[in-house]
């Protein structure tokens, strides 16, 4: 499966942005996709991520109240809403797609697909 993430943009502290991941070559089945995020000098840290077949998801406490992630099975495609924004939400981010069904958690060791990146910048 190859992944486009796509969204990504400057606002403000407090605006919003919603990233798009799209799947093609073949659709998401019974595993999981996250996103995780990497600022300059700093490690890839894990965001959200979401159980494609039950709709389960799991979220980074920072950003627990303000992202919301969601899929539609019939565009193939997982979003990632980012309400209320701050200036450290700035990052790439990147959406990735889990080795199989027995992964899917916080590790981006558990994801083997990924996709592009998407830049994020929040100034205050």
């Known amino acids: 499966v190859q992944l486009q993430a796509s969204g990504g943009g400057l606002v403000r502290a407090g605006e919003s942005l919603r990233l798009s991941c799209a799947a093609s070559g073949r659709a998401f089945s019974n595993r999981a996709v996250g996103w995780f995020r990497q600022a300059p000098g700093k490690e890839r840290e894990f965001v959200a991520a979401i159980r494609w077949n039950t709709g389960s998801t799991i979220y980074e406490d920072s950003v627990k109240g303000r992202f919301t992630i969601s899929g539609d099975n019939a565009k193939n495609t997982v979003y990632l809403q980012m309400n209320n924004l701050k200036p450290e939400d700035t990052a790439v981010y990147y959406c990735?797609?889990?080795?199989?069904?027995?992964?899917?958690?916080?590790?981006?060791?558990?994801?083997?697909?990924w996709g592009q990146g998407t830049q994020v910048t929040v100034s205050s």
């Open positions: 990735a797609y889990s080795r199989s069904y027995y992964y899917g958690g916080r590790s981006p060791n558990e994801y083997d697909h």
